[in-house]
């Protein structure tokens, strides 16, 4: 009964302890009991904290029998993002220069989570402060694939992606500058959605005008990851960025969408418009998967939007943020922080108000672009990541399909030029290599338009059910 509860969907499971058919102990001692079991195989949550989660869904289930209403994610255990500050629990940043940091406050969407009823069980491995795709740092180590532990999880929300996989935890919390919630979701057979910037809010911020970094959510289903959007989105005064749409939009069931897309306009891109390499193993899986799109009655076409200059936008507003937010940690620290982190700093340094300004006009002509795009298709589907699940001892894959990579970031061409679109990014699971590594598709929409993505991904989700494929770990 244990393992069977780990893996009941969330909205499921939140609806069953609204009905007191489970208590929020009973299932928070599930996934404790599981964390504890099969955790080490994956170490993919890194700070547990049993007292702590017992206690809160002890008075959880008090509130609820009080006769108090309870909130959409009540009872859910989550473990947060370890780059998102937890009030009272270590927030290390994978990084040894914070591995004893215990924040005295909670960001604004640990706060808006946990006040929608989801109880903190602990926190999810990361790589060093979130910087590549790829989860190991050397606070706890890498985050092992839970379909095949000799492979990465992807970052840097692998270690939320590993523990949904594994049914450590119902949902998860993540972010995404260049793919950060989308190719972990892709590399685990989970859903993550990178929304459109401004989305959900994010304090503290070093930098509130950014939209290349957005925070968002995981699941195992697509209903899932749209429950926790609904919580984690919505307007605050103090984030210049905000959009105004409330986050209880997107707690509406998507099961109405799922029997047909009957006149969908969707855009299929194999590579990105010839921009990217992508490994035959990736492309060999997703292949079949348009047909089901036409076979949902989708009008299918390969085109792809005008991603000329993504690669300048994304690398020089990347390199901007790294050397805004880390440059001084790396001044008072030299020798601390991983290379491949301080190339990035370095790269932000070298730059100058001229690449800036040529980066911001390069990015709004992107941006008009796609919505021009997404005036004449629904949906755009594409590769989430180039290569599938590679050697977690690798920092990151050095060749795809022939074409060299040089740093830690050119693998990742999928996911971060989509990223400059602006617009909202779902991995859905679409399927296995013969090996039986997961590979997700990419679902795009217009900027704004997250219900558009969820439907379709949630229809595609109903029609092939890779989603449901378990991975199967010794002593589970």
Not at 364 to 385: E, G, N
């Amino acid at each position: 009964m244990t393992d069977e509860i780990t893996y009941v969907p969330a909205t499921e499971l939140a609806d069953r302890i609204r009905k007191r058919e489970l208590s929020a102990r009973e299932v928070v001692q599930a996934h404790l009991d599981r964390i504890e079991r099969v955790g080490p195989q994956i170490n993919a949550v890194v700070t547990v904290d049993p007292e702590g989660a017992l206690a809160a869904a002890h008075a959880a289930d008090e509130r609820l029998a009080g006769g108090e209403e309870p909130g959409p994610l009540h009872g859910l255990p989550i473990a947060f993002k370890d780059t998102h500050l937890t009030r009272g629990m270590r927030t290390t940043h994978g990084s040894p220069l914070f591995a004893d940091h215990v924040p005295d406050e909670d960001e604004l969407l640990v706060e808006r989570i946990q006040a929608a009823g989801a109880i903190r069980i602990g926190k999810t491995n990361v790589p060093e402060f979130a910087a590549g795709s790829h989860t190991f740092n050397p606070v706890f180590g890498a985050t092992r694939n839970p379909y095949d532990p000799t492979r990465t999880a992807g970052g840097s929300s692998g270690g939320a992606a590993a523990a949904l996989a594994a049914g450590l935890h119902a949902i998860a919390d993540g972010s995404d500058m260049g793919g950060s919630l989308r190719n972990p979701a892709s590399f685990c057979n989970v859903v993550g959605l990178r929304p459109t910037p401004g989305r959900v809010p994010a304090l503290p911020r070093t930098n509130p005008w950014d939209t290349m970094a957005v925070a968002g959510p995981m699941g195992r289903t697509v209903a899932d990851a749209a429950l926790l959007l609904s919580v984690m989105a919505g307007p605050d005064p103090r984030c210049p960025l905000t959009l105004e749409t409330p986050g209880e939009t997107f707690r509406a069931p998507l099961e109405h969408d799922v029997r047909d897309l009957r006149g969908l306009r969707v855009a299929w891109t194999p590579d990105l418009g010839g921009r990217v390499p992508v490994e035959p193993e990736v492309t060999a899986v997703l292949e079949p998967q348009v047909q089901v799109f036409e076979e949902l009655g989708c009008q299918v076409t390969e085109d792809c939007p005008d991603l000329d200059g993504a690669e300048e936008v994304f690398r020089t507003l990347r390199a901007q943020e790294f050397a805004t937010g880390l440059g001084e940690l790396l001044d008072a620290h030299p020798g601390a922080l991983k290379p491949s982190l301080v190339w990035n700093i370095e790269e932000g340094r070298k730059l100058t108000g001229a690449d800036l300004g040529r980066a911001t006009v390069a990015h709004a002509r992107i941006r008009h672009a796609a919505v021009d795009f997404f005036s004449r298709y629904d949906v755009l589907l594409a590769p989430v990541s180039q290569v599938v699940p590679f050697d977690v001892e690798l920092e990151y894959p050095t060749s795809i399909a022939g074409h060299e990579q040089h740093t830690y970031l050119d693998w990742m061409r999928s996911a971060y030029f989509v990223t400059v679109l602006g617009a909202p990014a779902l991995s859905v699971p679409a399927g296995f290599t013969p090996g039986g590594l997961p590979v997700g598709l990419q679902v795009v929409a217009a900027p704004r338009a997250e219900l558009t993505v969820l439907r379709a991904a949630a229809a595609y989700e109903a029609a092939t059910g890779h989603g449901l494929r378990r991975p199967v770990l010794p002593h589970a």
